[in-house]
């Protein structure tokens, strides 16, 4: 009865396959275009691609969390919740550098939204890294240790042209909160990722997410570094935007992935409870 009900928690497969392809489509589309640099198509379909991400993943975590209980329910709705801000963000970009023309709108009414999210994020994300298992406290204390280390020194390497520039105080301010929000994220993800010895069926999804929010940090902290360099418009530098879309594409695959663990845990529940009775 133990291996019939194992095997059907175990067994994986994408619930929704065909769109997940669908988008890996559109993802490599845009990737071919970045990698060409191949304008107007490259700014209408990046945007477009951006967005459609965002807003999907926003809806996706918020269909994952309906049939979950307890502290999971709310971590996955503030996943949708911080990315479904994030979202409305990416549409403002969207509509202020394609529609009005601006080439790079920042600061914008997009970044309040940018902002809002990470609260949302922060809480999902160390809820989640309080509940997973690390294995040797040495080791974490080591990893830990080494990547605030890490963090420290990009901090440094991006906040300092930021913090001499010319600029703003308002503009100085922007920046510097948002560099802050992504090494706090850098540092969160990159040591829970380096810590999961090995990702199980059921982590899974989590690690997904992180290894998203990862690549969202890093896309960040590039842009704002590249930004004030005056570099990041031209080519190779402006690909790091492919890290963007591929994040928001992880994190639909992790929601996706949790939606097949509630269902087969389910099933596999219904199994054993018909075995049971069958036995009685």
């Known amino acids: 009865m133990k291996k019939k009900v194992k095997y059907a928690v175990n067994k994986y497969n994408h619930n929704n396959k065909p769109l997940l392809i669908f988008l890996a489509i559109l993802m490599l589309i845009t990737t071919v275009l970045y990698v060409l ?3 107007p198509w ?4 990046g945007n477009g ?3 459609l991400f965002a807003i999907l993943a926003a809806l996706f975590f918020y269909r994952t969390s309906r049939p979950l209980k307890g502290y999971e329910k709310y971590l996955w709705r503030f996943l949708a919740i911080g990315v479904g801000l994030w979202a409305i963000a990416e549409l403002i970009w969207a509509f202020v550098e394609v529609i009005i023309g601006v080439e790079v ?3 914008s009414l997009a970044d309040l939204f940018w902002l809002l999210g990470f609260p949302f ?3 999902a994300l160390i809820a989640e890294f309080r509940d997973l298992f690390f294995g040797e406290k040495t080791k974490m204390q080591v990893v830990i240790l080494t990547i605030v280390f890490i963090t420290a020194l990009i901090g440094f390497a991006v906040l300092q042209p930021i913090m001499t520039s010319d600029a703003s105080i308002d503009e100085k301010l922007v920046d510097f909160v948002y560099v802050l929000f ?3 994220i850098f540092a969160l993800t990159s040591i829970t990722i380096l810590l999961i010895k090995k990702p199980t069926y059921i982590i899974k999804p989590f690690y997904f997410i992180f290894l998203a929010f990862l690549l969202s940090s890093i896309f960040d902290i590039l842009f704002f570094y590249f930004s004030w360099q005056e ?4 080519w190779p530098y402006f690909l790091i935007d492919i890290l963007y879309f591929v994040s928001y594409f992880l994190m639909i695959v992790a929601s996706d992935a949790r939606e097949h663990i509630t269902k087969r845990i389910k099933k596999a529940l219904r199994i054993n409870h018909f075995l049971i009775f069958v036995h009685n």
């Open 121 to 123: 994020i922060y809480a």
């Open 182 to 184: 992504d090494l706090v």
């Open 231 to 234: 570099i990041y418009e031209e």
């Open 42 to 45: 490259l700014t209408w379909f």
């Open 37 to 39: 640099n191949i304008e």
């Open 49 to 51: 691609i951006i967005c």
């Open 105 to 107: 709108p920042y600061p």
